[in-house]
C-alpha cells in the first residue's frame, strides 16, 4: 500500500476507486463484475488510459504508459496486486466476502499468482483495440 499526504486528483477522502486497463477483456469482465455486484455503489472505476486515471498512477509514482496491476485508492492510499483485490471484495456483499479468507497466503505468493495472471492477461484473455465506453446507464460508475 502506497500512502501520500496530499488527496490525489479528482479524489474526495472517502471515495474508493478501481483503476483498470481498458483495453484488457480480464479487467473489462472485472469492472462488469463490480458494476453488477457492488450493488451499494461503494466503487468509482476509472481506466487507466483515462485522463482521470492517468492523473492518479503518475500521483502514486507508477508509469501512465505501462499497466501491471489493478490499483484500489481509498481517499489517499493506493492498494495494488492483490491487495486491491482483497479489498474490493472485503467490500462487497456476501458470498464475494467469503473471498477476504484466502488473505491468509503469504503476500509474496499470493502476489506471485496475481503477477502470472496480470502479466500474461493479454497472451490468456485478449485484448480490445480500444477503451469501451461506460453504458449510458453505468455512467455515474465511472471516475469523471
Partial sequence: MKTTEAMPPLIKKDDRVILFDGVCKLCNAWSNFIIKHDVQKKFKLASVQSDEGKALLIHFGYPAEFYETMLVV????????????????????????LLTIFRVIPLFLRNWLYDRIALNRYAIFGKYDFCSLPLPDHGERYLR
Fill in 74 to 97: 481509498i481517499g489517499n492510499r493506493c492498494f495494488e496486486k492483490s491487495d486491491a483485490f482483497f479489498t474490493v471484495m472485503g467490500q462487497l456483499n456476501f458470498p464475494w466476502k
